[in-house]
């Protein structure tokens, strides 16, 4: 009997807990236990727009052969900046430059998507890292505003042009060459034998023409008179903090600034959602890829994958 | 029904035990584990769901799916538990361990008690921030914890006549297979991450 007793004070204990905490759950909680709003912008709630956020690290090259083992993808990055023009919750796009330069080619492909986005009312900010320098430079300009650490490498504004020659060891080893060709110019270049002046002059003219592409871009880009450009764009590099004063750079700061500055020219209220621009499977397909490649240290294997260098490249 | 069993198991489980193995109180137990799971669901969303404008919604569709996957748990372990057992020489029946094991959530009731008491007399600030919220929810939750495994363990001994070093070997078991799987599936997610660096 006594069991049954203080098992009906348990049950009935049990009932008027029950009832006292659902008449708290569905009642407003006092004043002291509602949150807070927090106002910081690290802690903010998210906004439904986006900023996407493209990594640019290492050489830029189409080719990654022995000179770019390591450079970026420009085919899967042009894709990229494609796809994110299509995107509308995309309001802006963070650049993160990591890169002394490429291949001119190249940095001209990429340069003219982002300015496709600009076109297509996208806000772009560059964010320059270690190094933005040469043709990483050159595809900053296409935003809308630069964002460097003090301490960046940027500047190098200029195009190099690098041709071996390995006429005296083909004659210390006794190797001789033979080139058979449809018209004077067509072995411009060759690492048998040396440039003629005449050739020089012709090399000369296509490192003048790109140099001219790439002042104007920044003539274009930065808004600084071409004369001023002039003045500095003889291949030396600057820091973050000389390019502010020189007008190359509009604000110093780490990735963090460039995305709240993006965040904020693109009229985006609250945290942002960042998008990130590689996928897992895009990832596991590098690893493999990068595994099946083989170092070639045979010398007819180097003279094959020898190229010429035609670069927007901090050296 | 004989609702003396929820008092003896509380107060003496050994003899509740001996009860359910003649009894088979199969209502009694799905109404206690359908409670307990109630009781700890009021709980949580007194601690964390305060305020919210959907809450009879979200209380519904919580308790529905937290009953449901318990309800599987439930199945699951006493299935093994019991393979365990017969493994290490024990002889019992899966309806007594299932049985038992369901008047072992008995000590969440005392969850409901406990969050009101901290709610009335504890400082309802040191409540409203996040984190300490769900530490101190978790700690009121610890001792309870304790209780429920005691419970379980001497059910699986009491069941299955085992020794009590054998019952807890049986229980534990089957949680550090799961915790060395899970610590190679890591070491290998970890492994590849690092490559594709």
Known sequence: MEKRNLLLILIVLYFLSLIAALYLIFQAPPPAMVRKPIPTFAEAPLAKEGIALLKIYGPISISRGLGVPHGIDVDRLVKRLQDLREKPEIKAVVLRINSPGGSVGSVQEIYSEIKKLSQAGKIVVASLGDVGASGGYYLACAADKIVANPGTLTGSIGVILELPNLNELFKKIGVKIVTVKSGKYKDIGSYTRELTPEEKEILQSLINDAYEQFVNSIVEGRKIERERVLEFADGRIFTGTQGLKMGLVDRLGALEEAIKLAADLAGIKGKPKIVTEIEPWEKIMDFFRRSSQEEKFSLPDILREQKVRFEYILE | ?197
């Open chain 2, 1 to 197: 029904m004989n609702y003396e069993i929820i008092y003896d198991f509380l107060t003496q489980p050994k003899v509740a035990i001996a009860k359910i193995k003649v009894e088979r109180p199969w209502l009694l137990s799905v109404l206690v584990v359908t409670f307990a799971v109630f009781t700890q669901n009021i709980s949580i969303f007194q601690f964390f769901m305060l305020g919210r404008k959907d809450i009879l919604f979200s209380l519904s569709i919580y308790f529905l799916l937290r009953l449901v996957l318990i309800f599987i748990i439930w199945f699951f372990l006493t299935a093994v538990f019991h393979s365990l057992a017969q493994f290490f020489g024990g002889q019992g029946r899966t309806e007594e361990l299932f049985l038992s094991f369901g008047f072992s959530f008995l000590p969440l009731f005392f969850l409901l008690p406990i969050s009101l008491l901290s709610y009335f007399f504890l400082v309802k600030e040191f409540l409203a921030t996040g984190w300490r919220v769900f530490l101190f929810y978790n700690f009121l939750n610890f001792f309870l914890f304790f209780w429920i495994l005691r419970l379980q363990i001497m059910s699986i001994k009491e069941i299955y006549g085992l020794p009590l070093r054998r019952a807890i070997l049986v229980y534990f078991l089957p949680f550090l297979f799961l915790i060395i799987a899970v610590l190679l599936v890591g070491i290998f997610v970890f492994s590849l991450i690092f490559f594709l660096r």
